[in-house]
């Protein structure tokens, strides 16, 4: 057995891509997230994600009201983006997360850095 999508996920995934709009609000990024943030779409949005990793310079949220289905793979890419703020000693908050993402969230805020 493999791990492969089927036609069918990668048919879903396809109808909602993941997407990243980033908008400054006085002395906070925005950062709000859309669409399937999945292993089989999170590499149309990583280097989008690491731009913004590179360019972060104030406070950051995280607005995941618009995710519809998070994994691993998208908590990590959000992680990693709050990290780098964080890391600048800026605060980072997140808003619109449901129960599950906050989970998925919290499972990747444990992963070390390398």
Do not use: C, Y
Not at 2 to 20: C, L, Q, R
Not at 78 to 84: C, F, K, Q
């Amino acid at each position: 057995m493999t791990n492969e999508p089927t036609d069918s996920a990668m048919a879903g995934a396809e109808g909602a891509k993941p997407a990243v709009s980033a908008e400054l609000s006085g002395d906070q990024l925005i950062v709000a997230l859309s669409g399937l943030w999945i292993t089989q779409t999170v590499a149309l949005v990583d280097n989008q994600m690491r731009q913004l990793e590179k360019q972060v310079s104030s406070a950051l949220t995280f607005d995941l009201s618009g995710v519809e289905d998070l994994d691993t793979a998208g908590a990590w890419l959000i992680e990693r983006l709050g990290r780098a703020a964080a890391a600048q000693g800026f605060a980072v908050t997140v808003k619109g997360a449901t129960k599950q993402h906050k989970v998925l969230l919290d499972s990747a805020a444990e992963i070390p850095s390398t």
